[in-house]
């Protein structure tokens, strides 16, 4: 079965979603996500969903859950690149995308991730 | 153009497919970007109903020409449980709990220009939607 890689870059993971994810594929991701979070510990995660055409309820109910499970393991999630029509698809369907936070791309999501992790630290 | 395709949906990679030939003929027909992506959505979610509920069914996609209007339909059929009450089903954040849904039936329509349901109880669902060039 086809897998989504995910890459820790300094403190961050990221993955970046290349291929059409059908259910098998999508909770497989979901289940690699929250293990590789456990094993690497990193400050925050990172989803590029720039090359992902559509979206339906399935989907955006799978990035959801991903990411408020990732919050309750202590890692929160930027979700980068969402193209304009998956936009107007999430807002027509009264899809919200609870959990994740949501930058233009790659760069703006690290520095929403670093500015949060500052945030927290200037709390201790 | 092939004016008619049917894509058969006994698996969740069919869900894929479906969608696939959906954008296919919709981008063919010189539809904007926007709506091809509305039309594969709508696509996505019944035929991932149909996957979910159902198990098996059949996705048929159409080319729509009425003198001047041009257009496409897509009917998404199964023989699965059907649905107790349609009204609700319809209603925003309305799940049985078996499948991720609840936003994909209405959903769906706001997507589309027009959204025709039939739903017997242990006959089957049969989702008709259509949007217009």
């Not at chain 1, 559509?54 to 990035?63: A, I, K, N, Q, W």
Request: aromatic share 4%; no cysteine.
């Amino acid at each position: 079965m086809e897998r989504v890689p995910i890459l820790k870059m300094g403190d961050t993971l990221i993955l970046t979603i290349q291929v059409e994810l059908h259910d098998e594929t999508a909770l497989r991701l979901q289940e690699d996500i929250l293990e590789k979070i456990f094993e690497t510990k990193p400050q925050g995660l990172v989803i590029d969903v720039s090359a992902v055409g559509v979206v339906d309820s399935f989907f955006g109910r799978m990035l959801s859950d991903t990411a408020i499970m990732a919050r309750t393991m202590g890692v929160e999630t930027v979700l980068v690149g969402i193209q304009p029509e998956i936009a107007i698809i999430l807002q027509e369907m009264g899809l919200e995308l609870k959990g994740v936070h949501t930058a233009l791309n790659l760069e703006k999501g690290m520095a929403l991730l670093q500015g949060m992790g500052e945030v927290g630290n200037g709390e201790d | 153009m092939e004016k008619i395709k049917e894509v058969g949906i006994n698996k969740s990679e069919d869900v894929i497919m479906a969608r696939q030939v959906a954008r296919e003929m919709a981008k063919e027909l010189d539809f904007g970007l926007a709506d091809q992506t509305r039309i594969t959505a709508a696509v996505s979610e019944l035929s991932r109903n149909i996957y979910h509920y159902a198990g098996t069914g059949r996705v048929v996609v159409k080319v729509l020409s009425e003198s001047a209007k041009k257009g496409m339909e897509i009917i998404a059929e199964d023989k699965g449980p059907g649905i107790p009450d349609i009204e609700m089903a319809m209603q925003d954040g309305y799940s049985t709990g078996k499948g991720p849904l609840g936003q994909g039936l209405p959903g769906s329509k706001r997507l589309m220009d027009e959204f025709e349901i039939k739903s017997e109880v242990g006959v089957g669902t049969t989702v008709t939607i259509r949007k217009w060039l």
